[in-house]
């Protein structure tokens, strides 16, 4: 098992709490007593957040890293110097809390989420982790079952698809911890809401992962989310709650979220097509471009013309060609949108236009490392009658 795996399944397992007695709240400041159960906890996540903070896949972008920090100060409070909060650059909705603080955040998450109060709700919800000593509780109610233990003795080397084969591993042993996943969100809520973020924000996210959920042609619920309630609860029950403050102002934060994430956005859709999960990834992109700020639209037709390209299933070249043309009547498209545009094209028998959308693409990247083929492609449709 490499060490960053061990890191991110730990704090993902140790997020997936049970119960085994209840201790108390842990108190600002607070380390577990000597000898105790709980700093053996805390022992084994500090080596496991040595090895995190030199993987590669840690985000190290320190514009970001600060302002997820501050939100996560922000809904913790007097908590805020517990906590080490770490980006992680895996396209994944996930998020997880160490019980020695050691906040992880996926890119997967960041790029699914709309604005600040969104984000301070998932941080919220990872706080009250810490702050219930949740992983205290499901250490001692786990750590002797065989499932348990088996998440530690078959992960051999990292991937983005071992770790969530683990997560959905570590669901089959914590399925009894749903009612702490349940009071983490209630906390989260009251957290997040008590510095003033739009209470709707739970809904927003639960709505739009539910209808992702459903887009998806995989077994439901996803193994990250196994051990939580299911995702149509969750929204029942944020949607409930929110309803007690209608009519009270809301911080929504959406321009600062998005100037925080928008350096990284070409980057993480590109990791999300990666993944190869084109059902869902359509259905996320297509609901960001719907939200989309005109400076980012392009870019969101751009990979969703790609999802549905790549995806390759009936009518989806159509459609691609549809949002190719979309993407390059917009200011700030990738200089790969135009060459996509002149297949599109050249395959309708636009040969002139195509033309033209091959040599804008060779002129905005002009070290293009495919640049020969594209000219013989420009070559072949000069001489060919």
């Known amino acids: 098992m490499s060490r960053l795996a061990r890191a991110l399944l730990c704090a993902g397992l140790f997020t997936s709490t049970a119960y ?3 201790p108390a709240p842990i108190m600002p400041g607070e380390r577990p007593a000597p000898n105790s159960t709980e700093s053996e906890l805390w022992y084994g996540m500090d080596q496991a957040e040595r090895d995190l903070k030199s993987s590669p896949l840690l985000v190290r972008d320190p514009a970001l890293n600060r302002y997820v920090y501050d939100v996560a100060c922000k809904v913790a409070q007097e908590h805020c110097h517990d906590l080490r909060v770490y980006v992680v650059d895996v396209p994944v909705f996930n998020a997880s809390m160490a019980p020695n603080g ?3 955040v996926f890119t997967g998450a960041l790029l699914r989420m709309q604005d600040e109060a969104e984000l301070a709700l998932v ?16 250490w001692n109610k786990a750590k002797n ?4 233990l088996s998440t530690f003795t078959v992960l051999s080397g990292f991937s983005v698809v071992s770790v969530v084969a683990q997560l959905g591993g570590m669901a089959t ?13 209630r906390i989260g809520f009251t957290q997040a809401t008590g510095r003033g973020y739009d209470p709707d924000a739970g809904a927003e996210i639960w709505g739009r992962l539910l209808r992702e959920e459903q887009a998806s042609r995989r077994p439901k619920p996803w193994p990250a989310f196994a051990s939580h309630p299911n995702t149509a ?29 928008r350096p990284h956005l070409e980057h993480w859709l590109d990791a999300e097509l990666s993944r190869r999960t084109y059902d869902t990834s359509i259905q996320a992109i297509g609901e960001l471009k719907a939200q989309a700020d005109p400076q980012d639209a392009a870019l969101y037709s751009f990979f969703l013309a790609e999802a549905y390209r790549q995806r390759g299933r009936n009518d989806d070249r159509t459609t691609a060609a549809r949002y190719y043309a979309e993407s390059v009547g917009q200011a700030g498209t ?22 033209d959308a091959f040599r804008r693409y060779l002129t905005l990247e002009p070290n293009a490392s495919d640049r020969s083929f594209i000219e013989s492609t420009l070559s072949q449709m000069e001489t060919t009658p």
């Open 334 to 355: 990738p200089p790969a949108a135009w060459r996509e545009h002149g297949y599109a094209l050249r395959d309708h028998g636009e040969r002139t236009a195509a033309a």
């Open 145 to 148: 079952t065989t499932a348990f």
């Open 123 to 138: 941080l919220g919800h990872e706080f009250a982790h810490f702050r219930q000593r949740h992983s205290l509780r499901y």
């Open 102 to 104: 050691t906040m992880i």
């Open 173 to 185: 042993v914590s399925k009894f911890s749903r009612d702490m996943e349940r009071e983490a969100d």
């Open 20 to 22: 085994a007695g209840t």
């Open 233 to 261: 609860e969750r929204l029942e029950d944020t949607a409930a709650a929110a309803k007690a403050f209608q009519g009270t102002q809301k911080d929504i934060g959406r321009e600062a979220y998005q100037a925080a994430i």
